[in-house]
């Protein structure tokens, strides 16, 4: 019984994942599902191990029989042949149980070496399945669910589930059945201590389950708070810096020394339920089992009951403790797999982006056109007004256009509908005449290249990373991509472009990995280009060095470029100022500082300067 | 545990496999430092894990002393059942058909008394070693985050967040399983197996021995299991490891996922790492079913031979049959924990790593060390004046690989003095602020503050001396105004909103859901990068220093912050000491002194204007940058 908390206990936690396990979008107010309709969603992953489950419970249910069944053949072998000193008799009951001795090994051996392989599996299939539809949802859904949440359903959940059907499932069938044929046993040697042997099953099996109840409260909020105590250490962690510069880190040794206790009281009180049931589990059956040997004894001794009875008696009643005991333990771990089946599927369940879009090409050369586009997060405030109320804005093929405007004005916002990371709430976009809606996703995006503001390397090379803007695009478009960007640093890499970069490799600077994210959009030259601030992160030599070479890019593309800085508006053509969830004014450069205030006040800083005399370049 | 397991329940129970602990992996800097040292781990001191678990267990001593002496009496309270029914069945039933009660009397009440005794002393136990367990995980994570905090930045820029993280989670997670299980399970076995030994040779020493002669095959087994299961955890501990950084980059960037179209290419990357896990997993859980079926073959071998041999002694009368009887219940006993060895060799194996790990950590000493008598700024005379005075002399720097960032070094700034300085990247800007914070200590030569050594100033002193504003704008969890204090703890509100209303922040801030009482990570999501520079400038006014700098700490602002932000420093630097490292030459107009950097040297010093006059480097650059201008 031991060791099946130890491993209900211990799934592989981190401490942080579970931490905001309350705060999980629909996770809080969801009523809880029966337990059973839950697990049974599993059922399309264990059916492929289906007959392996079964020959795993058939194992494990035989051979807990061979177990029982030996203290019967003591039992025998202590009446029979020893009583009677027929050594004859003893040896087809010594062969016996050695015969049930090695079934019981081979059983139980059987019963794990079924599941092993199958079972990882299925925990693999689980896992890839959910990757694959995690990769597929839209943005705004990993908007709502933190990296930590999604990680523990695919690491914590996945091991428990597999757990589930590896070992609660199994002796939550097999304890049932070894108690039934316990029960048969112990009435067929003496009903009378049968009786006294049953009297504690009900109160234990009530006591564990109510303990369980209010163990696993205590054990989630000693998850809760490592969580909390997680997530102090890794702030702590990443804001070294902030800490040292202020000489804080005292009082934040302060906020961690608070809730390191509050932890350790959690873990005390969590001791105490333990030390409670411990007691009872260990010394109720005790209890019980003395007066067995007391009455057992009495009965021996007036013939009613043979002594050989008595040992078997004794020895099956010891051994029926552990399918009694477990039992709320096996529910519990029920429970457990059921909620973690339950947030596999909330993440399956969520509905896929419909993609219906069947257009191969684009029409005539029309540029973007975004007519009466609106947007509004999902999660915003029900009484704010949308972010986007109402775009209009044309840009002409071949055109670069700038957009600008205050930050939090929707800038990025806007260009993260044209690849459909966001979906618009209201009115259309069109590439060269056709709605963005009529083509599928794969096409658009290939269509459409963007570099991020935050530029986001993944563990790969630096060429892999650089042309994954352009599958099949070889030496000289990675060496052109670079040259733009220029990324020369690459070539003084440890291995040049074949260096690993990202969290398992190198980790380059803020400048060095906006260039990079800056080449894998230009890469393949793709017919529009959007351009999140894209020099943000660069010194001002480098910054002039890309701006020439990207005036080149841009010449040949259509191109929608975010700036927060004079030098990068001067790469376009034309000027669009947002505002107030609507374009503002469209114009060149000069023509908006002439007339459009809100852009001479972004662009300058100071509202009230005039035009003339600055605006020479 | 300590139930007295019977056959069935030890014989089979649990899944016992390498639960592969899931390392954090943290979210990766906003910046991420250049690695200056290639060292995968830091090495760890021989000795240094004993030593720190020496220096853990030593402050209880007592307690667990009186735990073991707990469990030392509860497992012969435990253990006297078969004992008593041997008793029973030799002297008590003979003497009750002689109408004696008395012997059945006594053993009942043994029974009773032990059935008594030994949950008391269960409960008494799982109280004291839980106390103890708590007490040692509680100090040994205050260390390990105390460490970490003291430990200088060069270590923290070559050992990442995510493994100093998985130091104070699953490392410690590790241990506390091993402590609060393991441990105890170990202790517990290793008595029960003990008492039955002896109580074995007591009955029958003959049966005793034959059947202690089995110990050897099962511990080589236990061995070959421990070695082969070892090598599988170490597999299943990498794949795992990167199975969740495949993943956790993969959703953290799931904008240029889908953007970039990686979704088919990262299901077959996943799909790798997936299929290794899996593979790891099953390996380790065919290990344990190997080690779970040859030592119940051997155990019941055995059985069968002491059984049998144990008939004869009993037909030769040399043996009595409650002895073979009790015999029998024992030995079943005897090979109970063969599985539960199993889970202890797993738990001790990961719980020895992690205490190797985090003696690791804690051996590392902080470069930049306290000093053991720390002097005192010298007071502010001047009201006028709030600066300080700085002094590098010949101030030199490299990495511990010998790579020299920073030739010998002289600057002299004077009190109140706003310099800026400029130059390509690599020149060396950020390493001059770095000192200057002491994030570093110099390789050669010092840097006087009003002519103190940097050095000698305790944390406290030099903090109140010097603060600076980085680039990397992180907010703890918290409020806004919360995130802004830091800067100055105590800080009323009132002072807290001037500071944001100072340096611009304050409409944007107000504009939040809850205002000032936002929740960053609640409601903060979509706070940009600029809103949370100008957070860190009020945090920086709000702490009022005597020496500010500012590293590339506008890089996100657009241009109406950036004015923002130095009209506020027109003020807020007034009389300040004040060393603005920028690659935005608009910021440079608000500084006494220009600095120009190249490859570590000063090239170019004089006010702004003196240097666009010039025909240097300062006055290309600035004039490239007039003309990007509007």
């Not at chain 1, 009435?187 to 163990?215: C, K, M, N």
């Not at chain 2, 990442?160 to 517990?188: N, P, V, Y």
């Not at chain 2, 990498?238 to 889908?258: C, D, H, K, Y």
Request: proline share 6%; glycine share 8%.
């Amino acid at each position: 019984m031991a060791e099946n908390r130890h491993d209900t206990d211990n799934p592989p936690t981190d401490g942080t994942e579970k931490t905001d396990e309350t705060a999980g979008p629909g996770a809080a107010a969801a009523p809880r599902r029966s337990t059973v309709r839950s697990l049974l969603r599993l059922w399309p992953y264990a059916r492929a191990v289906r007959g392996r489950l079964t020959v795993s419970v058939t194992a494990a249910t035989l051979g807990m029989l061979s177990t029982l069944a030996v203290p019967v053949i003591l039992g025998r072998i202590v009446d029979g042949p020893l009583a009677t000193r027929d050594l004859a008799a003893l040896w087809p009951l010594v062969g016996l149980l050695l015969l049930v001795g090695l079934l019981e090994a081979g059983l139980f051996y059987t019963r794990r070496v079924v599941l092993a392989r199958p079972l990882a599996g299925l925990e693999t299939a689980m896992r890839g399945d959910l990757f694959a539809k995690l990769q597929r949802l839209p943005v705004s859904f990993h908007d709502r669910w933190g990296s930590g949440q999604l990680l523990s359903r695919a690491t914590a959940d996945m091991y428990t589930m597999r757990l589930f059907l590896a070992f609660p499932l199994v002796f939550l069938i097999v304890n049932s059945v070894m108690f039934l044929a316990g029960t048969a046993v112990m009435f067929t040697q003496d009903w009378r201590l049968a009786l006294i042997a049953l009297a504690p099953v009900v109160p234990l099996f009530v006591l564990t389950r109510s303990f369980e109840h209010g163990y696993s409260g205590a054990s989630r909020r000693a998850q809760d708070q490592n969580g909390d105590l997680a997530t102090v250490v890794e702030e702590s962690v990443l804001g070294i810096r902030i800490l040292k510069a202020f000489g804080r880190h005292r009082s934040m040794a302060e906020r961690f020394r608070a809730q390191s206790h509050e932890l350790r009281r959690t873990e005390l009180h969590k001791a105490h339920l333990l030390a409670n049931l411990w007691a009872v589990i260990v010394g109720l059956p005790e209890i019980v089992l003395a007066c067995a040997l007391a009455v057992g004894a009495y009965l021996v001794a007036h013939d009613e009951l043979s002594a050989g009875s008595l040992v078997a008696f004794l020895s099956t009643a010891l051994a029926l403790r552990w399918p009694v005991e477990s039992l709320g333990w096996l529910l519990a771990y029920a429970n457990e797999a059921a909620t973690a089946t339950d947030r596999f599927f909330e993440v399956l369940d969520e509905p896929d982006t419909p993609d219906p879009g069947t257009a191969t090409g684009l029409a005539a050369p029309d540029g973007i056109r975004f007519t009466g586009v609106r947007f509004r997060y999902p999660d915003a405030p029900a009484d704010s007004p949308d972010l986007l109320s109402g775009i209009d804005l044309h840009v002409r093929s071949g055109e670069t256009m700038a957009l600008v405007g205050a930050t939090g004005s929707g800038k990025t916002t806007l260009t993260a509908l044209l690849p459909r990371l966001y979906e618009a709430t209201a009115g259309t976009i069109t590439l060269d005449g056709r709605d963005i809606r009529d083509l599928p996703r794969q096409r658009l995006r290939e269509t459409v290249a963007v570099a991020f503001e935050e530029p986001t390397l993944f563990s790969a090379t630096v060429r892999e990373n650089v042309l994954m803007g352009a599958p099949g695009a070889g030496d000289e478009q990675l060496r052109s991509a670079l040259a733009t960007a220029q990324a020369d640093f690459v070539a003084r890499l440890p291995e040049g472009p074949d260096t690993e970069v990202g969290e398992q490799g190198l980790s380059l600077s803020g400048g060095q990995r906006q260039r990079l994210a800056l080449a894998r959009a230009v890469v393949g030259d793709p017919a529009f280009l959007v351009l999140d601030d894209p020099l943000s992160a660069l010194d001002v030599h480098t910054e002039a060095l890309v701006e020439r070479a990207l005036r080149e890019v841009l010449g040949t593309t259509t191109a929608l470029v975010v700036a927060h800085r004079p030098s990068t508006v001067l790469l376009a053509d034309r000027v669009a100022v947002l505002a107030d969830g609507r374009i503002e004014a469209v114009g060149t450069h000069q023509e908006l500082l002439r007339d459009c205030p809100h852009y001479r006040e972004l662009m300058s800083g100071e509202a009230a300067l005039a035009p003339e005399g600055s605006a020479a370049p | 545990m300590t139930t007295t397991a019977e056959p069935a329940k030890a014989a089979d129970n649990g899944p016992a496999e390498p639960a592969v602990p899931v390392t954090a992996v943290g979210p990766a800097g906003s910046e991420p430092p250049p690695p200056p040292a290639d060292e995968e781990d830091i090495p760890v001191p021989p000795g240094a894990p004993r030593a720190l678990l020496r220096s853990l267990l030593g402050p209880h001593r007592a307690r667990i002393a009186v735990a073991m002496l707990v469990i030392l009496v509860q497992q012969a309270a435990m253990q006297a059942g078969p004992l008593l029914v041997a008793v029973a069945m030799d002297r008590a039933i003979p003497a009750l058909r002689d109408h004696d009660s008395g012997p059945l009397i006594a053993v009942t009440a043994g029974y009773l008394f032990c059935a008594l005794l030994s949950p008391v002393l269960q409960w008494v136990f799982i109280k004291v070693s839980a106390r103890v367990n708590q007490d040692i995980l509680l100090e040994l994570r205050g260390r390990i985050f105390r460490h970490a905090q003291r430990l200088s930045l060069d270590f923290h820029e070559r050992y990442t967040s995510g493994r100093i993280i998985s130091r104070a989670t699953s490392d410690i997670d590790a241990l506390r399983e091993l402590l609060s299980e393991g441990l105890q399970e170990l202790l517990t076995v290793f008595l029960s197996v003990c008492y039955i030994s002896v109580l074995l040779l007591v009955l029958d020493w003959r049966l005793g021995l034959v059947s202690l002669v089995s110990v050897v095959p099962l511990a080589l087994i236990a061995r070959s299991f421990r070695s082969r299961s070892r090598r599988v955890y170490r597999r299943s501990r990498t794949s795992a490891a990167s199975l969740i950084v495949r993943f956790t980059e993969t959703m953290n960037g799931i904008r240029p996922v889908q953007a970039f179209r990686r979704e088919k290419a990262n299901d077959e990357a996943f799909a790798v790492v997936n299929r290794q896990s899996a593979t790891a997993t099953a390996d380790g859980l065919l290990e344990i079913a190997r080690y779970v079926g040859l030592s119940r073959v051997t155990a019941n071998l055995w059985i069968t031979g002491v059984v049998l041999l144990g008939a004869y002694l009993v037909v030769e009368d040399s043996l009595e049959l409650g002895v073979l009887t009790a015999f029998t219940l024992y030995l079943r006993r005897l090979y109970d924990p063969v599985d539960q060895l199993a889970m202890f060799l797993n738990s001790y194996q990961s719980a020895a790593a992690a205490l190797e790990k985090i003696a690791g950590l804690l051996a590392h000493e902080p470069t930049v060390a306290e000093p053991a008598e720390p002097k005192e700024l010298p007071a502010l005379g001047d009201t006028t004046v709030k600066g300080r005075e700085v002094a590098f002399e010949g101030t030199r720097f490299a990495y511990r690989t010998g790579k020299e960032v920073l030739p010998p070094f002289d600057l002299r700034i004077p009190a109140g003095q706003t310099v800026a300085v400029v130059g390509a990247t690599g020149a060396g800007k950020s390493t001059v602020a770095k000192l200057l914070a002491r994030f570093y200590d110099p390789t050669d030569g010092r840097i006087r503050l009003d002519g103190v050594d940097l050095r000698e100033l305790a944390t406290p002193e030099l903090r109140r001396g010097v603060v600076m504003v980085t680039q990397e704008s992180f907010l703890f969890s918290g409020t806004v105004a919360e995130n802004i204090a830091i800067g100055r703890p105590g800080a009323t509100r009132e002072e807290v909103e001037q500071a944001a209303r100072d340096i611009g922040a304050y409409e944007f801030v107000a504009a939040l859901p809850d205002g000032f009482d936002t929740d960053v990570r609640k409601r903060g999501g979509r706070i940009s990068a600029g809103q949370r520079q100008l957070v860190a400038f009020a945090r920086a006014l709000l702490a009022d220093p005597a020496v500010l700098i500012l590293d590339e700490a506008t890089s996100s602002l657009d241009v109406p912050g950036e004015q923002a932000v130095q009209r506020a420093m027109r003020t807020v630097l007034a009389g300040r000491t004040a060393v603005i490292i920028a690659h935005r030459l608009s910021t440079v107009e608000i500084a006494d002194r220009v600095l120009v950097m190249d490859q570590g040297r000063i090239v170019e010093d004089g006010s702004p204007q003196e240097l666009i006059d010039g025909s240097g480097r300062f006055a290309d650059l600035h004039r490239a940058w007039r003309d990007s201008l509007v």
